[in-house]
C-alpha cells in the first residue's frame, strides 16, 4: 500500500526494491525495478463505490470491457443445454436397446 505525500514534479520514475522470503521462510534476494508511478492531487470524495477491481457490472468488468461470460453467455447455455438433451436422448436409445434384447431373449425362451 502506497501514500503519495506531493504530486509528481518530474517523468515518475522511482526506483523499487522488493525484500521477500520463499514458501521456506527463507529470504530471497531483493528484486530492485524502476517504475514509473504518477502521483495527483487528492480530488476528494469516495472513488472506490465498495465494488470490487475485478466485479462485473451486466456482463462487463469494471474496465467497460465486455467480459468472457457477457460476450458467451448465449453460445455457453445453448451448449449445455444440448449437451443435456444429447446424454437425455443417448441414455433413452440405451434403455430402448437393452428393452428390446430382454424381450427377444424371452422370446427366445419361451419358443
Do not use: C, H
Not at 83 to 93: C, D, K
Not at 106 to 111: A, F, K, L, P, V
Amino acid at each position: 500500500m502506497l501514500s503519495g505525500i506531493n504530486p509528481t514534479m518530474d517523468d515518475g520514475t522511482i526506483r523499487i526494491s522488493i525484500a521477500y522470503e520463499d514458501e521456506n521462510g527463507v529470504a530471497a534476494e531483493p528484486v530492485e525495478k524502476e517504475l514509473t508511478l504518477i502521483v495527483t492531487e487528492d480530488m476528494g470524495g469516495d472513488w472506490d463505490m465498495g465494488m470490487d477491481p475485478g466485479m462485473e457490472v451486466g456482463g462487463m468488468d469494471m474496465e467497460g470491457q465486455t467480459s468472457f461470460w457477457g460476450k458467451y453467455k448465449v453460445f455457453i447455455i445453448a451448449g449445455a443445454a444440448a449437451a443435456v438433451a444429447a446424454g437425455i436422448i443417448i441414455t433413452l436409445r440405451i434403455r430402448k436397446k437393452r428393452k428390446a434384447a430382454r424381450e427377444e431373449d424371452i422370446d427366445d425362451e419361451i419358443s
